[in-house]
């Protein structure tokens, strides 16, 4: 069995300043990074970029909310050209950045609240999904079970890849409990280690009520500004590896192959 661990990293902000972002890039296999929108700067990505050409580790773009104040974790209502134009903005500059160190972008994730949104709305999941086709039918939109982001995903006939969360809680829907709730986030390594398996071993999500939700799993994500999120990495690593599971860039996956 092969697996991807994937890490939303390059979030230097006034909530976070990086400091897992050296350790992790070296031990994961996929980094989204921020487009300074929500969090980082272009020195920030190319930074970002440069430690993980070193590493071996494949790059997308993480675009978010213009909404540094709120870490793009604040929902907002665009209209359909504003999210293209948001969108198309920060593709541009990660791609402009990653071709000049010459390291190729190869999937994008949306971030925070963008993300919940294109979970729920099938026409914001749509829109995101348009400009990744129209931009490069190559790259790789990474996308939730059961989300809108998935049906787009299919509609639009684009690379995906279906992600699940070491370090969130799910509701029964299998959407990620919401960051108010006091059960949101998973901190124990042991505990977010021994979900991953058994979502991994059952190809389905756990939810925190205990129901288990089948579904295809591609990838698995751990948040760089999670105060465990090193201790979370390496004890998930170590348990794959146990397990017999191997670990692989998210483009080098036998499904797009």
Not at 202 to 210: N, V
Request: with cysteine; net charge neutral; charged share 25%.
């Amino acid at each position: 069995m092969e697996i991807n661990l994937n890490c939303d990293l390059g979030e230097k902000s006034k909530y976070y300043n990086g400091a897992n972002d050296l350790e992790l890039i070296n031990i994961i296999n996929t980094a989204n990074i921020a487009c300074g929108y929500h969090a980082g700067s272009k020195s920030v990505i190319e930074e970002t970029i440069k430690m993980a050409k070193k590493n071996n580790v494949s790059i997308g773009a993480h675009p978010g909310f213009a909404d540094k104040k709120n870490f793009g974790r604040k929902r907002q209502n665009i209209g359909n050209k504003e999210l293209q134009k948001l969108i198309i903005e920060q593709l541009i500059i990660m791609r402009d950045i990653s071709n000049k160190q010459k390291w190729p972008m190869t999937h994008v994730k949306p971030h925070g609240a963008l993300n919940n949104m294109a979970c729920e709305d099938y026409d914001v999941a749509y829109t995101i999904g348009e400009c990744i086709r129209n931009f490069d039918k190559e790259l790789i939109y990474l996308v939730l079970p059961f989300s809108e982001m998935e049906k787009a995903a299919q509609r639009l006939n684009l690379k995906y890849a279906c992600e699940i969360f070491a370090d969130r809680n799910y509701d029964d829907n299998g959407f990620l409990v919401s960051r108010e709730d006091t059960n949101a986030l998973v901190d124990d390594p042991e505990v977010a280690s021994e979900n991953i398996l058994e979502m991994l071993s059952t190809s389905s999500i756990k939810t925190l009520s205990g129901k288990k939700l089948k579904c295809y799993i591609d990838s698995i994500c751990i948040h760089g500004d999670n105060h465990n999120a090193i201790f979370i990495a390496k004890k998930i690593i170590k348990n794959l590896k146990v397990n017999n599971i191997n670990l692989i860039n998210l483009n080098e996956l036998k499904k797009f192959k």
